[in-house]
């Protein structure tokens, strides 16, 4: 299923007791986690080479003029559930979140400012992760100098990638700490060849299959970013913040819940 795999939290529920009912297997496109580097981050901070996970900031901002809003299902709660919380930032926030572990609490604001549109045009986020670790998130399409961009803090290295919609090796930065310079060496000491995109999903997919295993990204897996982006729309809507299974049922099951303040 690609983004979004569904348009209310509720509704991926539903889907989850299907398939545990069915024996098939439904897989959630979310490419960027099969990107060069990510194995590498995660398995470096598995090992506590990086140390804790301390701050990360998260940046989708793009840029879509009104024109592209021209084509009747765009903008619409309906048929998009969202804006570029739920159409653009997701792959990104995705890469943040399961990276990161499980998060807490989210406190966040989301406005209408430029486009026709009934959803959201820019949203912003404040995670608390389980770990203790926190981020901002921030999703635009308001944005002329558009950039994708996350980075990472940890201990003894900040790991930053930059770019715009599929990122290889190169696009990857790592900063250490001083006196850990050896962070910045073993991360060099392993490059990985190819682009970030559907392929290496796929591939991981097809192999998965081929084992007789349940493949990568399953609704389940996909759920904690579904939840996040439910509960981003309530704490901006309401003003409070929203803890981790605590959607509030509104927004459960529509992710405008009782509807956007600007109507």
Known sequence: MEKPPVVSLDELDELIEAERGSGAYVTTVFQHRFGPGVARLR??????????????????????????????????????????????????FDLLLSTLGPWREVTAVA??????????DVSMALVTFESGAVATVVNSVLSPRQVTALRFDYEYASVELEHLYSYSDADWRVTP???????????????????????????????????????????????????????????????ERVRGGAVPAPFAARMDGTGAPWG
């Open 43 to 92: 398995r470096m901070a598995a090992a506590g080479e990086l140390g804790r996970p301390l701050t990360a900031t998260c940046l989708t901002q793009w840029y879509r003029g009104d024109a592209y809003y021209a084509v009747p299902w765009r903008g619409s709660w309906e048929t998009e559930g969202g804006g570029p919380t739920m159409g653009h930032g997701i792959h990104q």
């Open 111 to 120: 406005a209408r400012l430029a486009r026709p549109v009934k959803t959201e």
């Open 177 to 239: 700490a001083p006196g850990h310079e050896a962070v910045a060496a073993r991360w060099a000491a392993d490059p990985v060849p190819g682009e970030s995109g559907h392929s290496g999903q796929l591939a991981a997919v097809y192999d998965a299959l081929d084992a007789g295993e349940p493949p990568p990204v399953t609704l389940a897996d996909a759920r904690p970013t579904v939840e996040f982006i439910a509960a981003l729309y309530a704490s901006a809507f309401t003003g």
